[in-house]
């Protein structure tokens, strides 16, 4: 194959020196060479669009100070700029390429393709070719960079070991001396190379020139026959410049690719945002290779692994700037005056012209750095004219917010119509954005301070100005302090010195800020490159499946060594049946202590689950703690309960534990492996109701168990949870059960999203779990729905006011005690408890358990020392019925103090530890056992959290399969290992590849690179082992089968064949769901207002239709959501939602307006969702999206689409086939309201169906009329009464009821409501001035600060619609850095 190349790569060189000799002779002889160009008609247009953004960035900055990019560079003509070669022989070479990179990216096949590369000097001869340097031969240049740079990675091919820089370093300098000491003995004309040092000997230049004094045939006897780099039979080996450059590449020394990291811009400038081969429009449909590495299944090691994710996040990030950029400029519409002066003609929420510009320091470089220490620039900003939320996003700007610094320099009138004419452009259309701009500058900086025109600092958490200090901001003008980079700025230095750019540092004119979640990532990326400068540590039991090799299932807790065999579910467990239907794999036998039940502590008896089936009250209650077989062969999880391999449908045979030989080799009575379980009775906490423990109520299903089992023992543990199935649930016991049974060990707990971290919290809350060992930080914390304050400086606040509240209780308590008044600390405290409390406890139990003495239950209450402490306590405290229950009373007492004593020894710390910051540190570092956070603030305080010394011993993850691979990585690698050695014991990942992936919104990044892949995605295409959880109770029965045949085996829980809610049919409605058929409104179906931005009027005013007859008959406005697969038509419904419905007194908005990606992990009573499309299905194909969907809704889904559009799909046919299977008109029923139906879901009716929006909307007004009609009638009949303080738009209806066509049954209506506008067409979203209307609904959505995120956009579709609808698209707006989170 290798051969093959090579010859195709010479066919490539020949047609290209052809084309070359042709235009030179073309040249010389006066005439343009017209025929050049070989299958030019088929050339890439992202090429020609890269080519075209090049040149306008390079002309725009040519323009300021009238630098010529042509300055010192020959004509085109000259160096082929313009010679072709065959399309289909360039595509050969670029795929073959990329092939090889696959292959040496992939430990077991790069341990021989690696070197058979090397042995034919591939990459030298590929380098030499006309190609590598032909303009057209740019993808192949930077494919095989690419191809060096995995052939080069440090890594040893046979152990799969990677090297140190110190490993390599000294391997290359002993190949450099073999070299010296083989010139020194055989070569006395390369003495001077032989005697040189390995520095001087292996330098390219130095080196070229020592060989090149040479022949041929010595280079022959020294590279062939000596040294042995090419073979003596290659053809290759009779040119002495392939000799000579195969030698040089051989002992030069390679740039290391970590240096290269450290030494990026972090920021992307305009060089890196408009080169398409780097950064591929949204139109890439895959037609050609990419110079990107790719997140495949397997890595070479955890550097690679991390260079790969940082390029990948580092272009998709400069992809969103770039994105956000364009919407900028669009709005602003730069121009010239009729002076020639710059002027905007627009505005931007996000962008603002410049007051001022000026570098105001410049510190010197480190030691061995090139480039300053630190660059600090001066901007100021005129606020005034801002509309006011507009001026206040201005002013919530803080320290370490980043801003994008732009130059614009667009043409006047004449020299825009000069570049129409030479562009060829046909009347009437327009110049590309950034040639109508002039953009040819932008800069990122990262905001030190913020000043007000008085000059006092704003939005400072730096401790600088007191919270009590702060004012508002005076003035207008804001004064930001910026930290520029340092080495960009050294570059921009050095080319300006050089005279091949301008000084872009004077011309700035242009300040652009995004939205705190979109912009983190800056952080996200140092955060990868200090894990490359460290020595990383990943568990040995986790590091082969981590990077793809070795036995998926060897991190399952079957196969790890070290488990707990004796388990405490704590309230797990409801009963003994419970525990019995949830350990099916094994016989579950019961130790009977008959103390539990007499007192008698003479001994202990078992019972087997198959016996206690014949007499269940024989069996203890719970709760119970269950040893596991002692064979490590005999464990074994529930049946149909773990599962591996992306589509598993079952256990399969080889599912870890899974033996039945090992399983009936037990000697068990039923020939299962036998499972202890033991009862024991709740330790009495003390007296008071907020001791008693806090109870599970939920009845975890077999699989849970299994899921809560797994996650508490060491090692690897895997959660698919579908919609419904109770993954917060499950997580939280798992965080519970694992607190009992490790308590020395800390959890960390992570989310995607910060509602999701706040729900799986504030459960977490309200469990058994002291408030004292929880903390949750991150911005989110504020959004916590809970009475206390779970952020750093509200648990170092609680902790000091709990101190007070229980050194007055040690006030009391020696008050009691009659013990002299004295000021307690809790040192004094301790000293207290050993004097007075313990040793009168001691008295007290010697006394009640001598020998001499018979107790009787009086002389218990009697002799307890601590009755007056507790005389708050509810009495009787002391019955005196039973001396052992008494007996116990007076233990659960002293546990309380106890546990009040040693409460205060943890609170000791906060009262010797003055400092604020140092109070923080220890919470963070010794206090808290579980700690919160998002995966985004876990990457932005990577570094905090490392000079803290933050330990943990656990991982939870939420939403794994929402959070991209690297984000995932990230809080693996939180805390420096000890001694080399991992402290992480276990990681539990809770997820669902069957619903959307991270978002991406880049196409490039997402199909080509995979850079939406999760880990949790990868582990489970691995094969790791997973627990499946299989019972859904979220969504009626049969919403939930249009959905759980992507799961296979998702059954129900009893709850949802049981509730009323699910068994009472929705009001008005003859189904629960409905797909409901919209044709074209007005002649239209989906319209495109602005790229990738689709809307549907039709179906907009459809469901806004519904909605409002919802309302009308009573249903609550906050248990209907709105959901649509794509940002223009979320926008438009609002708009109808502000026309028809938010004034409206009963109508009122609904919950929420959103994205079906934006909605992923919420639920709703009653959904409606708008397909939007009727040309082509688009990204809704992807059956990820479908499942998120369809899952939402618990009681009604109606949806508005195209139907013959969505029937044909057959990705969707298995869901649309039951919405199919019911009418799709409107099925509506006569006589019905919310909260007055007895209608049951099963019982038959006689439906009306509704022809249409028409009909609809007159059906609305209708009812609306018929509402007024009866609330003027009752209102004259009845007599006056107080005001009604209701608010608009509230659920409360009083006695009145809406009902359609049967008005007489109607007690009463509701206030006089006008009836909905009529239908004529929303006006699309308002513009700005200056802002065209093409671009007007699409900047608004971007521009105006949305909260919505789509995933990218629709590759299925392009590849489909090229030429027929255009590229599909969605409207992905929300940052990959973050997600949902700002700094």
Known sequence: MLQHFLQCLQRADAQLSEQQQQTTAAAAAGVGHAGGDIDASDDDENGTVAAANGQIIADAAAAVNGFSRHRNQPDAAANGASVRVAKQLLLHLERFVEFLIDLLSQLPTRRFVHALVEDQQLLVKAKRSLLYRAEQGHLFQQLLDLLAFYCDFPLNDHTGEQLTEDQVVATHYDKVCQLQRLLFKHWPQLQDLALANCASACAPDGLRRALAGLSRDQLVQLVCRQLRLVGGDDPWAQDPDFLLDVAVTTYQRRASQRAAINAMPLYPTEGLLWDTSQIPTAAYTGDRPLALPKLNLQFLSPTDYLLRNFHLFRLEAAYEVREDIHVALQRLSPGRDFDNNIVFRGWSKMCTPLTSFRITQVSAPRVGEKHPASVLAEVVVDTRGMRGDVASGWDELRQHDVLFLMAVNPPNEDDMQDALTAAGVKSGKDLPLLQRTGLFAVRGAEIVEVRDEAGELMNDFTGRVR????????????????????????????????????????????????????????????????????????????????????????????????????????????????????FPQYDATFLIDSSSRQGDMSGSSTISASNAQRDPSALPPPPYKVTYPTEQQQLQPAPGSTKRGA????????????????????????????????????????????DKPKGNEVRFTPVQVEAVGAGVQPGLTMIVGPPGTGKTDTAVQILQVLYYNCPGQRTLLITHSNQALNDLFAKMVARDIPARYLLRLGMGERDLDVDDDFSRAGRVNNMLARRLTLLAEVEKLANTLGIPHADYTCETAGYFWLLHVLSRWEKFTAAVSAPDKVTTAAAVGELFPFKEYFADAPQPLFKGISCDEDLEVARGCFRHLRRMFQELEETRPFELLKGQADRV????????????????????????????????????????????????????????????????????????????????????????????????????????????????????????????????????????????????????????????????????????PAPYYYQNLGEAEYLVAVYSFMRLLGYPANKISILTTYNGQKDLLRDVIEARCARHPVIGRPHKITTVDKYQGQQNDYVLLSLVRTRVVGHLRDVRRLVVALSRARLGLYIFGRQQLFANCFELAPAFSGLLARPTQLALVK?????????????????????????????????????????????????PAAPNSSTPGSTARGTAAAKIGNSSDAAAATAAVPPPRPPPGVPPPRPPPGATPSSAAAARGRDAGGDDSEAAADADATAMTVGAAGVDGADAVTSQAGGDEGQ
């Open 467 to 582: 919270l009590d200090e702060r004012k508002a901001p005076q003035g207008f003008l804001r004064t930001y302090l910026l930290s520029l980079d340092p080495a960009q700025y050294q570059l921009d230095v050095n080319a300006t010195s050089a005279e091949t750019s301008p000084d872009i540092y004077t011309i700035f004119n242009l300040l652009m800020r995004r939205e705190s979640k979109e912009n983190n990532f800056k952080a996200v990326l140092e955060s990868i490159r200090d894990s490359l400068n460290e020595q990383l540590v990943i568990p040995e039991w986790l590091v082969d499946i981590f990077l793809g090799y070795g036995d998926a299932g060897a991190a399952h807790y079957t196969q790890m060594p070290g488990l707990l065999r004796t388990v405490d579910f704590k309230d797990t467990f409801l009963d003994a049946q419970h525990i019995i239907d949830s």
């Open 647 to 690: 589509d598993a449908d079952a256990a399969a045979d080889g599912t870890p534990g899974s033996n039945p030989a090992a399983a009936a080799a037990d000697g068990g009575t039923s020939g299962k492996p036998v499972l202890l379980v033991e009862h024991y009775r709740p330790v009495n906490m003390g007296p008071y109701p907020e």
């Open 921 to 1088: 540190s220890y919470l963070c570092n010794k206090q808290a056992k579980v700690v919160a956070m998002t995966c985004t603030h876990a990457a932005l305080k990577r570094r905090e959290f490392l000079n803290l010394g933050l330990k943990y011993d656990n991982i939870v993850m939420e939403e794994a399969g929402q959070v991209l691979e690297v984000e995932t990585f990230i809080p693996m690698v939180l805390q420096r290992q000890e001694d080399g050695v991992a402290r992480l014991k276990r990681v539990i990942l809770i997820g669902d590849h069957h619903q959307l992936p991270p978002v991406v919104q880049n196409m490039a990044f997402q199909k080509y690179s995979h850079l939406d892949q999760s880990l949790f995605a990868r582990f489970i295409r691995l094969g790791t082992p997973y627990v499946e959880l299989n019972a859904q109770g979220r969504a009626r029965s049969s919403i939930a089968s249009l959905y759980n045949w992507r799961y296979g085996g998702l059954k129900d829980l009893p709850a949802v064949t049981q509730d009323p809610a699910f068994l009472a049919a929705n009001p008005g409605f003859a189904f629960d769901y409905q797909l409901i058929n919209v044709p074209d409104y007005q002649g239209r179906g989906e319209s495109e």
């Open 1231 to 1279: 006589g019905e309201s919310y909260g007055a139906c007895n209608r049951a879901l099963a019982d038959p009716t006689a439906p009306q169906l509704v022809s249409g929006l028409q009909e609809m909307m007159g059906l609305v007004e209708a009812v609306s009329k018929e509402q007024m009609a009866l609330a003027t009638a009752t209102a004259a009949a009845a007599p």
